[in-house]
């Protein structure tokens, strides 16, 4: 199995990590990245409920300073952490276990098939300004807010149920041929 290095400038929030094969210990790389975005994840998750309710509030009442600065909030906790955890799945992730031909073709499509449709949402609440823009934008960007945790959320299950699980499964088949 190659080996797999673990680069990154530091700065997660704009920048996938990149993972460089060469040699024996890619299992390790691999699951070091699994965990991360695990906890990315979890990070995520923690601000999922106050984007739908803030979003929800938001389709109620736009005017409301404290709902705009709630879903302001919310948003840019999610944000970074988004981007981050798609390119490293879309770039790392989906591209080291697609190599494996027991890896299903269908999953990774279905899983880059939601992240653009993350994106596609995430388009529409970053075109709004949340503390100026009128209530009308602000509610629409409200609706989208509101969808959006629902989309990450099941997008986060589905990973920890199918994705994670499937890789890990990649990283045994290959450990097992390097040992045999």
Do not use: Y
């Amino acid at each position: 199995m190659p080996r797999v290095h673990h680069q990154s400038n530091g700065d997660t929030a704009s920048n996938p990590i990149q993972l460089k094969t060469s040699g024996g210990e890619g299992a390790n790389a691999m699951e070091a990245l699994l965990a991360e975005l695990g906890r990315e994840d979890s990070g995520m998750q923690r601000w999922l409920l106050d984007a739908a309710v803030s979003g929800l509030a938001l389709t109620i009442d736009s005017g409301s300073a404290e709902n705009r600065e709630r879903a302001a909030r919310a948003w840019d906790a999610i944000r970074p952490i988004l981007s981050h955890h798609l390119l490293s799945e879309e770039e790392t992730v989906l591209p080291w276990a697609e190599r494996d031909d027991g890896f299903s073709p269908a999953l990774a499509s279905r899983i880059r098939d939601q992240h653009q449709k993350l994106r596609g949402i995430a388009e529409r609440i970053s075109s709004v300004a949340f503390a100026s823009d009128s209530n009308a934008r602000v509610a629409e960007a409200g609706r989208a807010l509101r969808d959006f945790a629902v989309c990450l959320d099941d997008l986060i299950a589905g990973e920890q149920r199918e994705l994670f699980p499937a890789v890990r499964r990649v990283l045994f088949r290959a450990a097992h041929k390097h040992t045999h």
